[in-house]
């Protein structure tokens, strides 16, 4: 019988659900590459190729069976051919820019094991979809609120969550999207650059994230009586000073984020915090041109840089720090112990802190492709966010499980800690 691919769902999954990917029809012990493409929005093609040999029977099942060197990956990965892609353009990061239609995933099995593509035995499409079924996914133009907000199926309530992304701008939506499918309604909340927001970054108000907030804790499908947020770098000290200034808050979790205030003012009322100084002279640049900007922020705990250390301890809800111990973007785990530190000196609850060897700065859903390097809009040149791929890719995966476990544990039932600020 001719070779053929099988795979498992069969024509369509969700892009932070596992694929099992299987060949039939080979010979026995056969060689044979087999290749992944996919394009993103914009027409740049991601591809990732492995090495494997078939089995006595002709069968090659990646659950069982390892690839061998001289691929994008090596060892027992059933899922390398997905977080193994790897964008053609340099400096590129794959990214879902609608949600509501599924990224193209195409297979080949190629013969042999040469440097250039052998005969095509097989192929095969597959789409990796954002949006599971019944998930409803409403804009949001309340006030001066810009924001997207997706309600599971169901009559609800719901869990509520704000979703915040770094320094980018825009209103990324896929991982409020992949959580609104898991019982979450999410709320990704642009904050600039998008439609009328500020093009650029030079200050913040918090009484805009308050409206967003007010518009969730008011929202019938929202479940009281607080609410979570979510932010990852930038988006993770505005996240810090929400939690600290504004009431009904009751969960807290950040990725890679900082507890100092970084890259713009932010004022509420008649309080400032400015941003954490910046010293160009430790950039580091290297003969690739890519900078590594890890030491380039001040230390918030000397000198007037602690006028931007974010003042946590006012916060009344739970904390979750996830970190990548080698995110190259910031000190994410010198800012976690600070804050813990913090939160603790003032008599308040210790944040978990869950650290992750190898994973760089974008720790993003399961099977996104790790993004070494790319443009960092405020250097306006390829930075370096570390990470090494195969950790970083689980990395991802567990802490997807752990973010959702903390937001189930607070967010359902009585959560405790808020009552004094509801």
Not at 191 to 198: G, Q, T
Not at 298 to 316: H, M, R, V
Not at 406 to 421: I, N, V
Request: hydrophobic share 40%; charged share 20%; proline share 8%.
């Amino acid at each position: 019988m001719a070779p053929s691919i099988r795979l498992s769902p069969a024509a369509r999954s969700l892009f932070d659900e596992p694929l099992a990917i299987a060949v039939q029809g080979l010979g026995p012990r056969q060689q044979v590459t087999l290749r992944t493409s996919l394009r993103d929005e914009t027409g740049e093609l991601f591809q990732a190729s492995a090495r494997y040999q078939a089995g006595d029977d002709g069968q090659l099942d990646l659950a069982r069976c390892p690839a061998l060197p001289g691929g994008s990956f090596s060892g027992l990965e059933p899922m390398g051919l997905l977080w193994a892609l790897q964008p053609q353009k340099p400096f590129w990061r794959l990214v879902k820019r609608d949600v509501q239609s599924p990224f193209l995933l195409q297979l080949e099995v190629l013969e042999g094991h040469g440097e250039r593509p052998g005969r095509l035995l097989a192929q095969a499409q597959h789409e990796r979809a954002f949006l599971r079924d019944g998930v409803r996914r409403v804009p949001v133009r309340e006030g001066r609120i810009r924001a997207t907000l997706f309600l599971p199926p169901g009559s609800g309530p719901f869990p509520g969550i704000i979703d915040l992304y770094g320094t980018g701008g825009g209103l990324p939506e896929y991982r409020a999207c992949l959580l609104a499918n898991h019982g979450f309604a999410v709320l990704a909340l642009a904050f600039y650059s998008y439609e009328d927001l500020p093009k650029g970054m030079k200050e913040f108000h918090l009484e805009y994230f308050e409206e967003a907030v007010n518009y969730m804790l008011q929202h019938t499908q929202v479940k009281g009586p607080g609410i979570g947020l979510l932010g990852h770098s930038k988006g993770g000290d505005l996240c810090i000073s929400m939690a600290s200034f504004l009431k009904g808050i009751t969960a807290t979790a950040l990725i890679n984020g900082s507890v100092a205030n970084v890259g713009a003012v932010l004022r509420y009322k008649d309080i400032t915090i400015p941003p954490l100084g910046i010293n160009p002279k430790r950039i580091k640049v290297g003969k690739s041109g890519i900078a590594d900007i890890i030491d380039a922020l001040n230390n918030p705990l000397e000198g007037p840089d602690q006028q931007s250390f974010i003042p946590l301890e006012k916060a009344e809800c739970c904390f979750l720090f996830i970190v990548g111990q080698d995110d190259h973007n910031w000190k994410s785990e010198f800012f976690a112990v600070e804050g813990s530190k913090r939160l603790q000196a003032h008599g308040k609850e210790k944040p978990e802190i869950v650290c992750y060897p190898g994973a760089g700065h974008y720790i993003e859903p399961p099977f996104f492709p790790m993004c070494a390097a790319s443009m960092h809009l405020l250097f306006g040149k390829p930075v370096m966010w570390g990470g090494e791929p195969k950790a970083h890719c689980e990395a991802q995966i567990d802490a997807w499980q752990q973010i959702q476990a903390f937001f189930r544990k607070h967010l359902t039932g009585k959560p405790s800690g808020t009552s004094s600020k509801l």
